[in-house]
């Protein structure tokens, strides 16, 4: 399952002062039936230049992505960022996706303590070393993806829940 086939929500940012609310809708109406768009604004009532824009029809926001971002609106050009939910089915893939393990000064010396005569760090499994042709297959698998392809494609997409 590709993002553009789950993503119904964007977030439109660098608008210009002059764009109004059914400025936004009208433009991104073009793509497709909105069902929601909402400019931002601050205490003072004035325009934070930020939009999110909400799709009837799965698919439409990365059409929209495609169509819009950094065209110029206003004489200002809009960066367009897609808002994915990791809930829907599409992206239980991602969440299968291991993380990068993080390093800290505490995880490399031990942890805490370890150096004066506390008890030390957690204990690691010592980790298995792959054949070329296993990390090779590895790597086809995650590239192959199209959640991942999308992703590397279009740039990032954020997680809400």
């Given at each position: 399952?590709?993002?553009?086939?789950?993503t119904?929500?964007?977030?439109?940012?660098?608008l210009?002062?002059?764009?109004?609310?059914?400025?936004?809708?009208?433009?991104?109406s073009?793509?497709?039936?909105?069902k929601?768009?909402?400019?931002?604004?601050?205490?003072?009532?004035?325009?934070?230049?930020?939009?999110t824009?909400?799709?009837?029809?799965?698919?439409?926001?990365?059409?929209?992505?495609?169509?819009?971002?950094?065209r110029?609106?206003?004489?200002k050009?809009?960066?367009?960022?897609?808002?994915?939910?990791?809930?829907?089915?599409?992206?239980?893939?991602?969440?299968?996706?291991?993380?990068?393990?993080?390093?800290?000064?505490?995880?490399?010396?031990?942890?805490?303590?370890?150096?004066?005569?506390g008890?030390?760090?957690?204990?690691?499994?010592?980790?298995?070393?792959?054949?070329?042709e296993q990390?090779?297959a590895?790597?086809?698998?995650?590239?192959?993806?199209?959640?991942?392809?999308?992703?590397?494609e279009?740039?990032?997409?954020?997680?809400?829940?």
């Open positions: 399952i590709a993002v553009k086939s789950v119904q929500k964007l977030v439109v940012s660098n210009a002062p002059s764009v109004t609310q059914n400025d936004v809708k009208e433009l991104f073009k793509i497709g039936p909105v929601s768009a909402q400019l931002n604004f601050n205490e003072q009532g004035k325009s934070k230049g930020v939009a824009v909400l799709y009837q029809n799965p698919g439409d926001a990365a059409k929209a992505y495609q169509e819009y971002n950094t110029t609106f206003d004489n050009p809009m960066r367009i960022e897609l808002i994915v939910n990791p809930e829907s089915s599409g992206f239980q893939k991602l969440a299968q996706v291991p993380r990068q393990q993080q390093g800290g000064v505490n995880k490399t010396r031990g942890g805490r303590g370890a150096r004066r005569g008890r030390g760090g957690r204990t690691r499994s010592p980790k298995v070393a792959l054949t070329s990390l090779d590895e790597m086809d698998s995650y590239m192959n993806d199209e959640v991942i392809k999308l992703i590397l279009h740039g990032r997409c954020h997680r809400v829940g």
